[in-house]
């Protein structure tokens, strides 16, 4: 009997000891606000009129999500994250289309190792413009400035299916990424692949970025941007696999002037396969565009610790195979108020105007879903909301 007991008892101290080298994160986001858009697209696409509406995920999109790690020992650990996105506006699964809505985790789905050597994932997930875009006007207003330049230059996060991932540790504040998605096309390693290489440095208030993405098209491409349901090359092309369809580099910078953060940001993007002169300048839009050009200036003032005070200019320029040329600026202004370490409330405003191309709005899709009365608009949106993080 006292053997039993002994035995029972060295069971329960491997057990707890085994319990303690794990864990288990449960973490998500809840983000909803009340929003007005002027000159919206009415339901009969015939005209405009002001509209107002609940938006799910205005500066993030709301999510779930489970992390953790198991210590194997030698300083070698097995790590995954599940996150699936939400709109928490209607308890919908958040997706950017119809391919993408039906998945459960969505947003990330990763298992890997992480040690000395750094961490290796594979799974879904974003490539590294997504990380530096915490310097970029991404890290305050969100989605506000997704639709006039940074959906499509990759800084709103864009994930990378069937990829495996390599990032370093922190080396003296630089660390650097790898990424290669596999395009799964039985007899053609190069269709639908996709690769990017990335980099990042921190030292006291500076802050420096750079990325480099490139994808191809093909039957199952890797790279989710190339899986949208919208017109152009976005819709997977066997016809064209293999062949360079996005080719984006990321430029960034942040610096912290006492209160003041001051950051700037460039992006170039080349869409190659798109060669044909849109029709007119209803339809010209960032999706359609073989090259995009995106500037970005802005600051974030912290008032006091709970209140920062927020402003962007971000500008566009898109080349529709250098038959005619258009523009896209927006002056974004808001303010952010924390009532503690995981709830803020805020309030955007911000005006997008295009000139010699379509407007897709503030809230806009930068591939072609206009939100607008089309050429040469101006459109001005107002956000009030509340994010919670737990």
């Not at 994160?25 to 606000?33: E, L, R």
């Not at 950017?96 to 994932?121: E, I, P, Y």
């Given at each position: 009997?006292?053997?039993?007991?002994?035995?029972?008892?060295?069971?329960?101290?491997?057990?707890?000891a085994?319990?303690?080298?794990?864990?288990?994160?449960?973490?998500?986001?809840v983000?909803?606000?009340?929003?007005?858009?002027?000159?919206?697209?009415?339901?009969a696409?015939?005209?405009t009129?002001?509209?107002?509406?609940l938006n799910?995920?205005?500066?993030?999109g709301?999510?779930?999500?489970?992390?953790?790690?198991?210590?194997l020992?030698?300083?070698?650990?097995?790590?995954?994250?599940?996150?699936?996105?939400?709109?928490?506006?209607?308890?919908?699964?958040?997706?950017?289309d119809?391919?993408?809505?039906s998945?459960?985790?969505?947003?990330?789905?990763?298992?890997?190792?992480?040690?000395?050597?750094?961490?290796?994932?594979?799974?879904?997930?974003?490539?590294?413009?997504?990380t530096?875009?915490?310097?970029?006007?991404?890290?305050?207003f969100g989605?506000?400035?997704?639709?006039?330049?940074?959906?499509?230059?990759?800084?709103?996060?864009?994930?990378?299916?069937?990829?495996i991932?390599?990032?370093?540790?922190?080396?003296?504040?630089?660390?650097?990424?790898?990424?290669?998605?596999?395009?799964e096309?039985a007899g053609?390693?190069t269709?639908?692949?996709?690769?990017?290489?990335?980099?990042?440095y921190?030292?006291g208030?500076?802050?420096?970025?750079l990325?480099?993405y490139q994808?191809?098209?093909?039957s199952?491409?890797?790279?989710?941007?190339?899986?949208?349901?919208?017109?152009g090359?976005?819709?997977?092309?066997?016809?064209?696999?293999?062949?360079?369809a996005l080719?984006v580099?990321n430029?960034?910078?942040?610096?912290?002037?006492?209160p003041?953060?001051?950051?700037?940001?460039?992006?170039?993007?080349?869409?190659?396969?798109?060669?044909?002169?849109?029709?007119?300048i209803?339809?010209?839009?960032?999706?359609?565009?073989?090259?995009?050009?995106?500037?970005?200036?802005?600051?974030?003032?912290?008032?006091?610790?709970?209140?920062?005070l927020?402003?962007?200019?971000?500008?566009?320029?898109?080349?529709?195979?250098?038959a005619?040329?258009?523009k896209?600026?927006?002056?974004?202004?808001g303010t952010?108020?924390?009532?503690?370490?995981?709830?803020?409330?805020?309030?955007?405003?911000?005006?997008?105007?295009?000139?010699?191309?379509?407007?897709?709005g503030v809230?806009?899709?930068?591939?072609?879903?206009?939100?607008?009365?089309g050429?040469?608009?101006?459109?001005?949106?107002?956000?009030v909301g509340i994010?919670h993080?737990?």
């Amino acid at each position: 009997m006292k053997k039993s007991l002994l035995a029972l008892a060295v069971l329960g101290a491997f057990a707890g000891a085994a319990q303690a080298q794990s864990s288990v994160t449960i973490y998500g986001i809840v983000d909803t606000g009340i929003v007005y858009t002027s000159k919206a697209v009415t339901a009969a696409g015939t005209g405009t009129g002001s509209k107002f509406g609940l938006n799910s995920g205005i500066i993030q999109g709301s999510r779930i999500g489970f992390k953790g790690v198991e210590d194997l020992g030698g300083g070698l650990n097995a790590v995954f994250q599940l996150e699936t996105g939400f709109t928490n506006d209607n308890g919908g699964l958040q997706g950017s289309d119809a391919v993408t809505s039906s998945n459960l985790f969505r947003r990330k789905s990763v298992v890997g190792l992480n040690g000395g050597f750094g961490t290796v994932l594979l799974g879904r997930q974003t490539d590294y413009a997504d990380t530096i875009s915490a310097y970029t006007s991404v890290n305050d207003f969100g989605g506000l400035t997704g639709a006039v330049g940074h959906n499509i230059d990759r800084l709103e996060g864009t994930r990378t299916n069937n990829s495996i991932s390599y990032t370093t540790n922190n080396l003296g504040g630089f660390t650097g990424n790898l990424i290669y998605g596999f395009g799964e096309q039985a007899g053609q390693t190069t269709a639908g692949q996709s690769f990017g290489l990335g980099g990042k440095y921190d030292n006291g208030p500076l802050g420096l970025g750079l990325n480099y993405y490139q994808s191809k098209q093909g039957s199952t491409p890797s790279d989710t941007q190339l899986t949208s349901t919208t017109a152009g090359y976005y819709a997977p092309n066997s016809a064209q696999a293999g062949n360079s369809a996005l080719k984006v580099l990321n430029v960034v910078a942040s610096y912290q002037f006492g209160p003041a953060r001051v950051y700037g940001n460039y992006s170039r993007v080349k869409q190659g396969l798109n060669t044909a002169t849109p029709a007119s300048i209803a339809v010209s839009t960032l999706g359609t565009a073989n090259k995009i050009d995106v500037y970005e200036l802005g600051t974030a003032w912290s008032l006091t610790p709970s209140l920062k005070l927020l402003g962007a200019v971000t500008h566009t320029r898109a080349d529709f195979n250098s038959a005619s040329k258009g523009k896209l600026t927006q002056i974004s202004l808001g303010t952010d108020y924390w009532l503690s370490k995981r709830t803020d409330l805020y309030a955007f405003v911000a005006n997008t105007r295009a000139s010699n191309m379509a407007n897709t709005g503030v809230f806009g899709d930068a591939t072609g879903n206009a939100t607008t009365g089309g050429v040469d608009s101006s459109q001005t949106a107002v956000a009030v909301g509340i994010r919670h993080k737990f």
